[in-house]
């Protein structure tokens, strides 16, 4: 909340794009997580425009876990959970 130049931390646009929220249209209204045509959970993640597949899940809350698990590893200090 506090946007001084001292707060600010160099990123690149695809590391800014990590920190947008759930698209207003999103299904689980949770990003990177999508209801799969079999009724599963698909969390898929991307980094620098290449997707990267994490899994199927059969509940919400285990896909949200697994997502935000794997956005610590992929995307580090730019990762909004």
Excluded: W
């Amino acid at each position: 909340m506090d946007n001084r130049i001292c707060n600010l931390r160099e990123a690149t646009a695809s590391q800014n794009r990590v920190n947008s929220p759930a698209q207003r249209h999103s299904a689980t209204g949770q990003r990177g997580i999508h209801v799969h045509a079999c009724g599963r959970y698909r969390v898929q993640l991307q980094k620098d425009n290449r997707p990267i597949h994490v899994g199927y899940f059969d509940t919400l809350q285990s896909a949200i876990e697994a997502r935000d698990k794997a956005y610590r590893e992929i995307h580090g200090e730019f990762a909004r959970l």
